[in-house]
């Protein structure tokens, strides 16, 4: 692994916050606070793939890298898959970091920690998870859980299978998993020309067919989930949290 490429999908069209990356957060866009953590992060070139010419234009006036992609694309990944082809055709960068677009408040520790288990040339794609210390996130089907086999002591397992139910039965700990993607250049392609899966149209589970196709998928553990702003009360979380006073009042 030896040259990451951080991609960030974006789109205006979301049905509880309409126009989200575009969302104000103290003066800037909520895109802009997620390419600023992915640079922050030090592990890759960063750059946004745009369904919209107004988020390409918000990234560049920040002083970042953007590419305009087709906004008919059903996913993320299809929207990376394109943005990836169009930024690197030479086929320089070995890795894709798959980075949601709505995580302003992400520790950008987070990206090495889903690049750590490519380093296994065995491993197609990486991901996260942590552990769910809410009783009521176990029985909830809004928070996804991956059933990993991990050997005793590690913090880093293979993904069996995510599911929004119980799972696994019995006493131990559940795992949230947290979507963020690192995909080898190659997995990725194959991914993108996969057709949907029975149990990702089942589970509405997108890495589901990555797991059905017999591809490796690694889950890291670590300590918490970023927020993610989907609705208007995200939103004011993420403003909260960002807030500059409260920032040097905790420094």
């Known amino acids: ?15 509880r916050l309409p126009g989200k990356p575009l969302a104000d957060i103290h003066g800037e866009p909520m895109i802009v606070h997620v390419w600023r953590r992915a640079i922050e992060a030090k592990t890759g070139r960063v750059v946004v793939a745009a369904a919209e010419a107004a988020i390409v234009e918000a990234i560049v006036r920040a002083g970042g890298e953007a590419v305009l992609t087709d906004p008919s694309h059903p996913s993320g990944s299809d929207r ?4 990836l082809k169009k930024v690197d055709p030479a086929g320089r960068h070995d890795v894709v970091v798959n980075l949601q ?24 794609i990486a991901t996260l998870a942590t552990e769910i210390c809410e009783p009521s996130e176990r029985t909830n089907p809004n928070v996804v859980k991956a059933v990993v086999a991990f050997t005793e002591g590690t913090v880093q397992g293979r993904a069996l299978y995510f599911t929004r139910a119980t799972a696994p039965s019995g006493e131990g700990p559940l795992y949230h998993h947290i979507g963020i993607y690192a995909y080898r250049r190659r997995a990725l392609e ?4 996969l057709p949907p899966s029975p149990l990702e149209k089942r589970e509405k589970l997108e890495q589901l067919r990555a797991l059905e196709a017999g591809m490796t998928i690694a889950v890291r553990i670590v300590d918490a989930v970023p927020l993610g702003v989907d609705t208007p009360e995200d939103l004011a979380r993420a403003r909260q949290f960002l807030d500059p006073k409260r920032t040097k009042s905790v420094s």
Not at 80 to 83: L, P, T, Y
């Open 101 to 124: 677009g709505d995580l302003p408040t992400l520790d950008p520790a987070l990206i090495a920690s889903v690049l750590a288990p490519l380093g296994d040339a065995a491993i197609d």
């Open 80 to 83: 990376a898959f394109e943005a």
């Open 190 to 193: 194959r991914f993108v020309s």
């Open 1 to 15: 692994m030896s040259d990451p490429l951080i991609l960030i999908p974006a789109r205006m069209a979301s049905t």
